[in-house]
């Protein structure tokens, strides 16, 4: 660049500021103060409350010392707390550790200790589990219980409650922007399923611009009405506590996914946006319908986790649920990829074309700068054909800043100057991916790949079957061959035979199951299927 | 910070990318490649061959030796190659300079020369006054020609033709984005009234956040439908070229603003959204109402340039046009504040008591950072009381880099850390800003301030009234009084006295004008009133 457009044209507190998405609530405070923000049973908070309250919490953090750079642990459910903390915490320029609320106390423990946690806020319900994790830790973090009235059982720890830290912190106490973009605002761990989970890392600029990005995505406009059925311990509720800020939106909170909750708060509060796994829209589905008495209006769901079987997606658009499709992982602050609408292209397609359509992971969100599939050794990008298979690499500014304390793994994460996202994809002729499996979840068998999902999404098709997951089972002549876990719908009855028989019917013969075992699917603690128990058991078949 | 979260989580090409619309053309072209992104006349370009005729602009302009820093002027209606011309030039790393179609050929050439333009794209419609502006420079640009065949005035200038220039270019021209999102991309003269244009320097970063923030205040969603009233040599048409590919839009480009061809457009494309200045949507209210014949659908207007007259505002919504003000400058990359409707609060009063309201140049958008009416001199913000007169500033990421080679005048802009915008307003309750003057058009009378606008804003509420400027006219007892230049509807006959006891009924008697004169009102380039050349003529009557 000449000196022309150099010279004199620095950056200045005019000009320039930190990208973060605290600037968002200020936003929502200073041009929707008594537009709601937060509903919880018979608790509402308007932008002014929310931000206030977010400033108390911040100023008590920094009375007790807190500051850049510190780690503050949570473990909550989708609780008003839980996403005041999403801004409270920042604002000291601390960083925010969301945990897992379905971890055992060891794991709890460990990430507490890796993570260097100063303060840990426990809601009452996993009181027990963190009073666990905690006991006899050399250098135990301030423990401050979060006391939901309208929950009885677990058990309030800590020296204090939140409520009595917001009183200590002052309504008009100051806070401040990061002074980097780049500093740290949350740290999330992955769930990783064998080994010691691994510490993300995600800064300002990229929780800003990912926030921005769900918005843009989903073309949320303003003041959505969102219903938390996505944990916001989850990469952060997958940024949207700050995307609802952006959009000036109300969050309606609730601490537990069941059908009933669900189609309440939605016909209550007009719910226009909500998120899940696959199984949270299992759930509404296998529903009783007559709990959807009341809902006229259409509502938009997000789905992610696991390729959402093509019935699932068609099921729930019957119920006028219009499902998006979106990838991601916590490495990527959550989805960063969408399977967008090709508009009148896709619109006189059948019901069961767009479903198909649909369970595709797409093409990459606005703001991720790029997406291929490509060979995990030398990084060349596969045919768009649609059957050569390859691994999903991105990069962007939403993607991760690395892992904490592990620079070996960092470091082959970004191996080449792209994400190594470990799932296996194909390449489709419109450039949109395809998700086949997780690296170590594909089956080969007699040297052809079998994607362990595409077997599912047949299995799903049967009326009988209300969960299935595929895994290899090691075989003497094949290598490897495929076994298939089913639990059947409630009252329904079933041989092996018959479910081996509908995949050769739907599916090229060698990729049909050759064992199938009726079970409950054992989950891990995010709702995915804890393949590697079902490889051990198919094994031992 | 503490070392924690700094160790080894550095910035690496696969978590961070320069911010830079470009990449939502790469985003447009890779996800709706198929999707019409340009319409003109009979012309029509997708997504995928926009975005191949930019890298082919990109790829001509560089093999012509043209690169980062570089300053690539263009004199262009709103035409395809205009659109392109916002992708092409920055590709190469260059600066993209679009000049008023209005303006005259001595304040071209300062432009040419102060901006020490490398190439110069030049519609045939402006071939004549660029001609002259070019004449015995000192070291000429190297000028193309953008032949339209659907213009037959003018002349086609230079040594080739665009599509000549185009066909230099390769389809598969490789590119980058900038090496850093604070280079420049675009320099915007201002029209400034006196002395030489000051040339305003954008950057990748606020082109980028700008863009994005055009699509959260309007809500723009996916695929938008624009039409272009706004010239896009205004503020690069408010970043809309860039918000129209972040959103994978379609553009409709017209030549002129003339109102049977805007509603045609409107009717036949089914236009979603449009901006322009009050005049423009003078224009359209004025016009012959079978026009409008075909047209069933909502319109989304954004207007700006000055604040539209309550009774024009009404009016649209009337026709079934929904208007937001919005309100920037060139030095904030166009409209940084808009009327945000505060929902149930504000939709059952009257419509005039809501274009009133919608008068108002409102809130800070998505993502300016800071705005407020302070002091000049101490910067201390003006209580929010709706009387107490301030000066109006901004601070944040769409801010302008700065003044070209002007570090005095830039330094003056952005002293004490705030933008200062030279607006007068006052700050109301509600938070709301509503800009009364230029800090030299208010008319200080009796002591007292008078806003010209509030007088205008009366004046167009009479029916004879077509459009109206006020200015102080100074005056040996009051220091000075309001002077009304009026300009008829059309057929409309008035006395002086009539619009005098008009106003004396309708608002603080002292602030009535006491001088009226009939006329045409004198214009800038951009269509705002020229209000140096009613005080001269004020004083001279």
Redesign the interface.
Known sequence: ?????????????????P?SPL??LR?SR??????VAVIYGDRRYTWAEVYQRCVRLAGALGARGIG????VAVMAANLPEMFEAHFGVPMT?A?LNAINIRLDAATVRFILEHG?ARVFLVDREFGPVAREALDGMDDPPLVVGIDDPTFAGGEVLGELDYDALLAEGSADADWQLP??E???IALNYTSGTTGNPKGV?YHHR?AYLNA?SN??TW?M???PVYLWTLPMFHCNGWCFPWTLA??AGTSVCLRQVRAEAVFQAIAEHRVSHFCGAPIVLNTLLSADSALRAGIAHEVKVMTAGAAPPAAVIAGMEKMGMRVTHVYGLTETYGPVTLC?W??R?WDDLTEDQKAALKARQG??G?ML??LMVADPETLTPVPQDGVTLGEVF????N????Y??N?AA?AE??AG???HSGDLAVWHED?YIQVKDRSKDIIISGGENISSIEIEDVLYRHPKVQEAAVVAKTDAKWGETPCAFVTLRPGSQCEAEEIIAFCRDNMARFKAPRFVVFCDLPKTSTGKVQKYVLRDQAESL
């Open positions: 660049m000449s000196d022309l457009y150099q010279a004199n044209l620095d950056q200045n507190p005019a000009n320039y500021t990208l600037s968002f936003r200073d041009v929707y103060p008594e537009h850049p750079g510190d780690t320029g960083v260097e002074a980097d780049w500093h740290a890392v990229g921005v918005a843009l073309s406009g303003e003041h952006a959009t967008a090709q508009g292209r093409v990459r606005h700068e790029g991105m990069r962007g500014n993607v991760m800043k690395g904490l304390k620079p960092t994460a970004f100057g792209w994400f450039g």
